[in-house]
């Protein structure tokens, strides 16, 4: 079965660094669009950042632009996110996706897997 599993998540205060890491199974993780979304309390699921096979395309929302960075190692079956410059309002849930088509997906429901998710809580 396949599984996505998020790490690196924690308490970080703003203006400070983390790097998630998402390592998947069970699938041929170099055939897959990835992606990151996030949820924070109340709020609707929203895309953060997708990178396609091969590394060849990404896309990042833009309250993230120039402070996220997504990689990926397919080598390592693993999915990068790293985040510079920390705000408050970027604290949520964030999930790592697997979506089989060949294009960047900034849309949720075009993803069909999901991680559990890793909490990062940045604190003023």
């Known amino acids: 079965q396949v599984q996505l599993v998020e790490s690196g998540g924690g308490l970080v205060q703003a203006g400070g660094s983390l790097r998630l890491s998402c390592v998947a199974s069970?699938?041929?993780?170099?055939?897959?669009?990835m992606g990151w979304f996030r949820q924070a309390p109340g709020k609707e699921r929203e895309f953060v950042a997708t990178?396609?096979?091969?590394?060849?395309?990404?896309d990042y929302a833009d309250s993230v632009k120039g402070r996220f960075t997504i990689s990926r190692d397919d080598a390592k079956n693993t999915v990068y996110l790293q985040m510079n410059s920390l705000k408050p309002e970027d604290t949520a849930v964030y999930y790592c996706?697997?979506?089989?088509?060949?294009?960047?997906?900034?849309?949720?429901?075009?993803?069909?897997?999901w991680g559990q998710g890793t909490q990062v809580t940045v604190s003023s």
């Open positions: 990178i396609t096979r091969r590394s060849s395309s990404d």
């Open positions: 069970g699938l041929t993780f170099s055939w897959y669009t």
């Open positions: 996706a697997a979506d089989h088509s060949v294009a960047l997906t900034t849309d949720s429901r075009e993803y069909d897997y």
